[in-house]
């Protein structure tokens, strides 16, 4: 593939992912709530989840997916379902209160929580693989490996998926890092939270094609 190609395509899927979003939120979120030494183990579950997706829309399941209006939508509202409760969780801890002592543990804290809930949020929204598999085509040489094509824009995506994250996560550190009061971290909380919870809805009644 032409490195122009391949630049083109780093940048529309740099340009999708910086979209805000559940998976950009989520990163935010843990950036704010954990700081910088944690939220990097929910971009690399945010880069897992999309190294899936790109893959299952070169393998052909974006078109299976697509095609079939019952799969498509157990996804997209079990999809719709987490996030709706990964945003009442928020709303909860903020109201339990939201602590910003410097090094204090937190078990919402451990690398395996935070990479599952990035890596569930990213791919709880299966628009994603019917994404890829609307742009991977655009961008193969017809004359080209299509197999080795594949797979260096699956490493693409996974980079952009994971640098999207990173930059989400170093602004929450950022907020984190101002010392806001309790209360006020407590408001981001209850605001991302809405944000979940208005995303799951949004994904709920979104139409199907």
Do not use: C
Not at 55 to 78: D, P
């Amino acid at each position: 593939m032409d490195l122009n190609y391949l630049m083109i395509f780093f940048a529309a899927v740099l340009g999708v992912s910086l979209i805000p979003g559940p998976s950009t939120l989520i990163a935010f979120a843990h950036g704010a709530a954990f700081g910088w030494s944690r939220f990097a183990y929910t971009a690399f579950g945010n880069s897992f989840a999309s190294v899936l997706q790109a893959s299952a829309a070169s393998a052909g399941l974006g078109v299976i997916i697509a095609s079939s209006a019952f799969l498509f939508a157990a996804i997209k509202y079990a999809g719709a379902a987490y996030l709706v409760f990964v945003g009442i969780q928020m709303w909860r801890s903020s109201a339990q209160g939201v602590s910003l002592a410097t090094g204090k543990e937190n078990h919402d804290g451990r690398p395996q929580k935070l990479f599952a809930s990035g890596f569930t949020v990213a791919i709880s929204n299966p628009k994603a693989i019917a994404f890829f598999t609307a742009l991977f085509p655009q961008f193969l040489a017809v004359d080209g490996n299509n197999w080795a094509q594949l797979s260096l824009m699956i490493v693409l995506v996974a980079l952009g998926a994971f640098l999207v994250a990173i930059i989400y996560g170093s602004l929450g550190a950022w907020v984190r890092g101002l010392e806001f009061s309790g209360q006020l971290m407590s408001r981001v909380y209850k605001t991302t939270g809405g944000l979940f919870v208005a995303s799951g809805f949004g994904l709920a009644v979104s139409r199907s094609s």
